[in-house]
């Protein structure tokens, strides 16, 4: 019976971490492509750049979430 419990848990894990990612780079893609429009004359980069953080906040996240007694002591 644990080991389903463990199981399931873990998929509950997978799956915020799939709806974070989702979330974290829509946004950054979202704040990307109003800085591109707004400031920048319709540049690539900033979207590029936006994608790339929302993708990196979002591992970052899900990598203390599914090891959470790995700590950074730097």
């Given at each position: 019976?644990?080991?389903?419990?463990?199981?399931?848990?873990?998929?509950?894990?997978?799956?915020?971490?799939?709806?974070?990612?989702?979330?974290?780079?829509?946004?950054?893609?979202?704040?990307?492509?109003?800085?591109?429009?707004?400031?920048?004359?319709?540049?690539?980069?900033?979207?590029?750049?936006?994608?790339?953080?929302?993708?990196?906040?979002?591992?970052?996240?899900?990598?203390?979430e599914?090891?959470?007694?790995?700590?950074?002591?730097?």
């Open positions: 019976m644990s080991k389903g419990k463990n199981d399931d848990e873990y998929s509950a894990k997978l799956d915020m971490c799939l709806t974070d990612g989702i979330v974290k780079t829509g946004g950054g893609i979202l704040l990307g492509t109003l800085t591109s429009i707004l400031f920048l004359k319709r540049r690539r980069w900033p979207v590029i750049a936006g994608m790339g953080m929302g993708i990196g906040l979002a591992y970052a996240n899900c990598e203390f599914l090891n959470p007694k790995k700590k950074n002591n730097a």
